[in-house]
């Protein structure tokens, strides 16, 4: 059985090679008949639906599995503040490229390597030593209210990318998140310094960030489901979010709300799971690593609205737009990271300075 906790929310990836101190765990939890039972606590910023995936785990395993969901920061703070006496298991989600690599954070994990995380490809294996991918998340989604659009005399169909994000009618009408407080904001700021510039993350690229936040006109949210919600309830003509909510409510049937991929190119970034140091239940903290990655495991994200890392597992889902229809683009994840403190300090002065 699975007990939830709290529900909030939250959304963010890693890459690269890291000291860990000595040598990683290598995967051997996910022998079948050797473990199950007992219990797994998790700490998640994740969406319902992911949660319902360790669910069918717990299920499968006879685990009581207990989930507290709560947003990234709080999670890690958690942690950080049991890390004497670890009350939870596992870190599900939230850990982005600099999560993963941040000096404060990295102790608080335990170093493990899931079996088959070998058959993943390159880009999304465990390069740390602690950080396990399960999926990817897009974090390029722009989604438009279609009967607030036409009621400004403009052609939805027209729509295809950042470009149109600085129509002047649109003035004042996007919703966007604070890429200094949010991760899935922080995100699509870095898709945007990636694509819209001359070369990746040049001064040609914050000219256009620029411009686009004059067009925004004082409007940055704090929460990043008031997004794609201020959308759908027509407060917001554009919602600058993530694929996962927004296919979601194509999923659940809204008919007022089209989402668009920019054409300039969207970024995937692999989403990670952890084992926290010492964790009360490590054979069954490793048995959930080593499954989420495994066939069955990725078998089960598909089934929700964001993307198996496996590239041979597709999603059931019909509104999910194939990659093959999509400009996908490659981030520098280390790039990023490194200069993500610089970054978000450069939007806010910009974002002050417009208003």
């Not at 360790?54 to 947003?71: D, R």
């Not at 390597?113 to 950080?131: M, R, S, W």
């Amino acid at each position: 059985m699975k007990k939830i906790i709290m529900l909030l929310m939250a959304v963010l990836m890693v890459f690269s090679m890291t000291a860990c101190g000595g040598g990683e765990t290598e995967g051997t939890g996910g022998d079948e008949g050797t473990v199950g039972g007992g219990d797994l606590v998790i700490y998640s910023p994740n969406s319902d639906a992911l949660i319902e995936v360790v669910e069918t785990f717990g299920e499968k395993y006879g685990i009581n599995v207990q989930v507290v969901s709560a947003g990234t920061g709080e999670c890690l703070e958690r942690i950080s503040a049991e890390k004497d006496n670890p009350q939870a298991d596992i870190m599900f989600g939230g850990m982005n490229y600099a999560n993963s690599f941040n000096p404060d954070y990295v102790p608080l994990f335990e170093p493990y390597v899931a079996k088959g995380d070998e058959n993943l490809p390159e880009a999304y294996q465990n390069f740390n030593g602690i950080t396990t991918h399960y999926c990817l998340d897009g974090s390029a989604a722009l989604l438009i209210n279609t009967d607030e659009y036409a009621k400004l005399g403009l052609n939805v169909d027209e729509f295809t990318g950042y470009k149109d994000l600085l129509r002047p009618e649109l003035n004042g009408k996007i919703a966007m998140g604070d890429p200094a407080n949010s991760s899935s904001a922080w995100a699509e700021l870095t898709n945007m310094l990636l694509v819209m510039g001359e070369e990746p993350y040049d001064e040609a690229a914050w000219d256009w960030v620029n411009q686009f936040i004059g067009n925004l006109n004082g409007v940055m949210l704090s929460s990043s489901s008031a997004i794609y919600k201020g959308v759908v309830a027509g407060e917001y003509v554009v919602g600058v979010s993530y694929e996962d909510p927004c296919v979601s409510l194509l999923v659940d049937g809204a008919t007022n709300v089209k989402l668009v991929y920019p054409e300039e190119g969207a970024v995937w970034l692999p989403a990670g799971i952890a084992i926290i140091k010492n964790a009360p239940n490590m054979e069954n903290a490793k048995l959930l690593v080593d499954w989420i990655i495994s066939d069955e495991g990725q078998a089960e994200i598909a089934k929700t609205t964001a993307r198996p890392v496996n590239p041979n597992i597709n999603n059931t889902a019909e509104q999910m737009t194939p990659f093959s229809e999509i400009n996908v683009k490659y981030e520098d994840m280390e790039l990023c990271g490194a200069n993500k403190k610089a970054w978000q300090g450069r939007w806010t002065d910009l974002f002050n300075a417009a208003q």
